[in-house]
């Protein structure tokens, strides 16, 4: 059985989980997050906890056991606490600015670039060189931030450009004169 799959996920007071037409509905003070699943895997909530089943041992279906269990604590997670991803600017007369519901950012080139906030994530500056990306859905904040990051990778020499907090960007020596 699947190690991941066969481990309970705490359903905390005041969130719901269902499944209702192949889809895992997950309600809580945060808001309501869908995921479409297997009918073949079946969701018990008991006693506070979600147990996670499935029909059979085929290969596929063990591993739709465990990426199952995993898209569901990430839910309940969503739903009560929230994610949120950390981007740093770096470079010379790099910055970013909340304007509205978009930030904008002076990245280098020969323009500011816009980048709006889309439905259910919110961005946030709390400085001109730092970028919060929150939500209730794990996978739109990650891919939200890996699209602002994408606008301008870090490079190797000085590290300009725009990195996630917890990054550490190698560095690599450069030129060096003739002896």
Do not use: W
């Not at 991941?4 to 037409?21: F, H, L, R, S, Y």
């Not at 600015?97 to 080139?109: D, S």
């Amino acid at each position: 059985m699947s190690r991941i799959g066969k481990m309970p996920v705490a359903v905390p007071a005041g969130v719901t989980v269902e499944v209702k037409d192949g889809k895992m509905i997950v309600k809580g003070p945060k808001g309501t997050l869908e995921q479409d699943m297997d009918t073949r895997i079946a969701v018990t909530v008991e006693n506070g906890n979600a147990v996670l089943t499935r029909a059979n041992d085929s290969k596929e279906l063990r591993a739709k056991h465990g990426l199952y269990r995993a898209l569901l604590h990430n839910m309940v997670t969503g739903v009560t606490a929230g994610f949120s991803k950390g981007l740093v600017i770096n470079g010379v007369g790099y910055k970013v600015a909340k304007q509205g519901n978009k930030i904008v950012l002076n990245v280098g080139y020969s323009h500011p670039v816009e980048f709006a906030e889309i439905e259910g994530i919110k961005l946030d500056c709390p400085t001109q060189t730092e970028i919060t990306v929150s939500g209730i859905d794990k996978v739109k904040v990650g891919q939200v931030a890996a699209n602002i990051r994408s606008i301008r990778e870090p490079e190797p020499y000085h590290g300009y450009g725009i990195r996630y907090k917890d990054e550490v960007i190698e560095r690599k020596e450069g030129k060096t004169a003739g002896k």
